[in-house]
């Protein structure tokens, strides 16, 4: 295989990567900087999952600025608020407030719609 081939080769290697969905999970970190068991941040070119065991709690969409919170599991438990708290930099009043005001849409993130992308905002804002 020339040099010309190989060049070539890796240009379409590179160009077919980038337009893959390429997704990172990681535990979320408590205040000390340890991981958490269970309690994980999952990154993804269109955004940011908060999941908790199994279930995911919220989604922040990087094209839209909205944050989606489950709307059966956002405030599960302790332990979720207290993880949900650190993904969302605030605490569950400030969350509550955003929900009451429409900032934050409540929507069945773990259900077949939400796992088919149908949570994602619409171009008028709303939700699929």
């Excluded at 979320?28 to 999952?49: H, P, W």
Aim: contains cysteine; aromatic residues 12%; glycine residues 8%.
């Amino acid at each position: 295989m020339g040099v010309i081939k190989i060049m070539e080769t890796k240009k379409i290697l590179n160009e077919n990567f980038r337009n893959r969905t390429v997704c990172r999970v990681e535990h979320i970190l408590n205040r000390a900087g340890n991981e958490v068991k269970n309690q994980f941040l999952i990154t993804t070119k269109d955004g940011e999952f908060f999941q908790s065991y199994k279930s995911i709690i919220a989604f922040r969409d990087y094209e839209t600025g909205k944050t989606f919170l489950d709307s059966n599991d956002w405030d599960y438990s302790t332990t979720t608020g207290k993880y949900r708290n650190i993904f969302l930099n605030e605490t569950k009043r400030e969350t509550e407030k955003k929900i009451n005001s429409g900032e934050y849409v409540l929507y069945d993130l773990n259900s077949n719609d939400a796992l088919d992308g149908a949570f994602f905002a619409s171009n008028d804002g709303g939700v699929k």
